[in-house]
């Protein structure tokens, strides 16, 4: 990595490597022989001095380098980095003293990112768009999250500039960004080791004043560790079984970061991909930030991973508020000041430390400290401006991705749509679970003929349900269809695999899928909510290939499955299914019973949006009587005092009478693009 200059001090780190190595860019390894805090030039300040330190934070940037939507071939102001990177430009211009930092899940997540992992792949000394992007701002550390792994610990080792030694992996150094990746809690089964460096030091000089309030410029140490959600070892379970093994992010701070202490560091950073759960501890939890906050070498929290911010004082719905140990409007846990920068480049979290020099080292003044989140949509919903600079950088990319996506594949007399996914629509569910079905039936005849006879399903999510806001829906018109229609279908790189079930466990399975709805009291007269804003719309699963079965939301979760049925016939509770689904659902992605990666008769090495792409390009030609209307499931009739009520995007009512769904009405639309809908539950059909 070469070194990068950072206003106000030169580029300085100490990262744990595989070999001693010390250049320009002042790189020493954590633990080898004679290493140690590297002083930068002047004197210590005094006790008594004060200076105020931004620590700046992106987060689950996900590729998104640009404010573009590579599915609709348009302009998206509301996300992007090249937006954040103004936001960043801006607050440096306010802090005298700033760090930059990334909170993980950056390179995966857009056409642009699957073109430069899987459809061109990136030659090794290139480097990935993002990076280059990011470059341009000169960061000063950041994290590996969980959607790192989706392409493989070859392409992580390569676009990171890290031998991995991990099997498989090349040992050779490819250009990866010049800031370093820390991650504490993924280790190599080859030693035990972490695959990353667990942590790094950074020395900076601090703009301060003395206790007499004269201007001084005084020596600071940073350190930073790196943590990524533990269940990363289920998500990824094809490209990480046998290769690494997981600590829990409490387990891996008390192993890693004393010895950042030890090195001298005024302040420890956790640079912790995942959000924040006052449940029970354990070592596999998702977002284990809560308990993290409470570790004594802990002093600040950068987070992401739950697409949310935190700080939200102006939220009154958040989940943050009220929350044990939080405090929701200045950005601490446990005392610990903390940020989470939303994500999509969205917004960008700002932590504003009030530094005090007390026995000899730099402390937080907790009193003066606060944090916030910067949203690149300004009070009047306009948009900052993107920073220029940015496009300039990954154009060449940004128009290959464009030419890519825009690959025909076939035509469709249909719209296929997530916006009324929730209440019954599968415009752009089925076409995904028939290419699923259809691609493992005939594997299963080929290779598999112990299960012959044994029914194929298939199950498929809504990626896209307005998590996002107004634009985060899958919105393909009828007409012609591209690869990018396929990537919009279908938005992760996950792989094609299938499970073996019985009737007892797809019931389980259904069960599963349907916490996606609040339970409804018909005898309320107040409006009530349909959807769980809790539950991820990816959870919710939607099983199709001669299944029907009705979802009873009066009823409590774990009893909403009735009237089950298999080609017209109840299901058996014993009887076999072979169920088509991906390689994150079928190792235990998302918590459904029964299915922990133990049932997998079929682990394909394709990847679902390529079944997808071949199918298609098999058929050429879709029409909403064979590829959008196999209404799987449906609500139980029941009428209610009041009135039922979900949200999507404003303006869609008619797509909603083309799925056949007559029995939902428009009952107000609200700013940004949203709108309530409401639902006759009495005329559910």
């Known amino acids: 990595m ?16 595989g070999t001693c190595a010390v250049g320009l860019a002042i790189l020493l390894a954590t633990g080898c022989a004679g290493s ?6 002047g004197a210590d300040a005094p006790d008594g001095s004060r200076a105020t330190l931004a620590l700046l934070e992106s987060t689950d940037i996900h590729a998104n380098v640009l404010s573009y939507d590579y599915y609709k071939l348009a302009e998206d102001p509301s996300l992007g980095f090249e937006r954040l990177a103004t936001l960043v430009r801006t607050a ?44 341009a701002l000169g960061y000063d550390g950041g994290v590996i999250g969980n959607h790192e792994f989706n392409y493989g610990l070859p392409f992580l080792a390569q676009v990171t500039g890290t031998p991995l030694n991990a099997e498989g992996v090349d040992a050779r150094r490819c250009n990866g960004p010049d800031f370093p990746l820390v991650l504490a809690n993924v280790l190599g089964t080859r030693d035990g080791q972490p695959l990353f460096a667990p942590t790094a030091l950074l020395e900076r000089t601090l703009k301060a004043r003395d206790a007499a309030g004269r201007p001084i410029e005084a020596p600071i140490r940073i350190g930073i560790i790196g943590f990524t959600p533990p269940p990363v070892m289920v998500w990824d379970r094809s490209h990480l079984e046998g290769r690494a093994t997981t600590l829990g992010l409490v387990e891996a701070s008390r192993r890693f970061a004393p010895a950042l202490r030890a090195q001298g560091a005024d302040l420890v950073v956790a640079i912790s991909h995942g959000g924040i759960n006052p449940g029970a501890y354990s070592s596999t939890m998702e977002n284990a930030n809560w308990h993290l906050a409470q570790e004594p070498d802990i002093d600040v929290l950068l987070l992401g991973h739950s697409h949310q911010a935190f700080p939200a004082p102006h939220d009154p719905k958040s989940r943050f508020n009220g929350m044990p140990g939080v405090d929701n409007q200045r950005g601490f846990i446990h005392g610990k000041p903390a940020v989470m920068g939303n994500f999509w480049g969205k917004s960008l979290g700002v932590i504003e430390l009030a530094l005090v020099r007390r026995g000899g080292r730099w402390t937080i003044d907790p009193a003066a400290t606060q944090s916030e989140v910067r949203d690149i949509r300004q009070p009047d919903g306009s948009f900052v401006a993107p920073d220029p600079a940015i496009r300039a950088l990954v154009r060449t990319e940004h128009d290959a991705a464009i030419r890519y996506v825009s690959t025909p594949i076939g035509d469709s007399d249909f719209a296929m749509t997530s916006y009324f996914a929730a209440v019954g629509d599968v415009t752009a569910l ?4 028939t290419a699923q ?23 498929m999510a809504p990626f896209k349900v307005g998590f996002g806001g107004a634009t985060d829906y899958t919105a393909i018109a009828p007409g012609p269809l591209a690869i990018r229609n396929a990537a919009d279908l279908y938005q992760f790189p996950n792989t094609l695999t299938a499970v073996r079930i019985d009737g007892a466990g797809l019931k389980a399975w259904l069960e599963r899928a349907a916490g996606y709805f609040n339970r409804i009291d018909p005898a309320r007269r107040e409006p009530q909510d349909l959807i769980n804003r809790g539950f991820p719309g990816y959870n919710f699963d939607v099983v199709q290939g001669g299944l029907d079965y009705v979802i009873d939301v009066t009823r409590p979760e774990g009893e909403r499955i009735v009237a089950l049925r298999y080609r017209g016939r109840p299901v058996d509770p014993a009887e076999p299914f072979i169920v088509a689904t991906n390689n994150y659902r079928a190792s235990g992605g998302g918590g459904f019973p029964g299915l922990d990666g133990s049932n997998i008769v079929v682990e394909a090495a394709v990847a679902n949006r390529d079944v997808l792409i071949d199918a298609i390009r098999q058929r050429r030609h879709l029409t909403r009587a064979a590829d959008g209307a196999d209404r799987a ?16 995007a404003a303006g869609q009512l008619d797509l909603a009478r083309a799925a056949g769904l007559a029995h939902v009405s428009l009952l107000r639309e609200e700013p940004a693009g949203m709108a309530v809908y409401r639902i006759d539950l009495s005329k559910a059909r």
């Open 36 to 41: 140690g805090p590297h002083r930068t030039a």
């Open 437 to 459: 079905r259809e691609w493992v039936e005939r594997y299963v005849a080929a290779e598999l003929p112990q299960y012959a006879g044994i029914p194929v399903l298939s199950a």
């Open 633 to 648: 499931w449906r609500f139980a009739p029941v009428a209610t005092a009041g009135p039922v009520l979900f949200r999507s």
């Open 430 to 433: 089925q076409m995904v679970n």
């Open 2 to 17: 070469r070194p990068t200059a950072l206003p106000p001090s030169t580029f300085r780190f100490l990262a744990r490597a």
């Open 92 to 135: 440096r211009a306010e802090y005298a003293n700033s760090l930059l930092f990334d909170g993980g899940d950056t390179i995966q997540g857009t056409a642009l990112a699957d073109w430069q992992a899987l459809a061109e792949p990136l030659p090794c000394d290139q480097k990935l768009a993002v990076y280059k992007a990011m470059d």
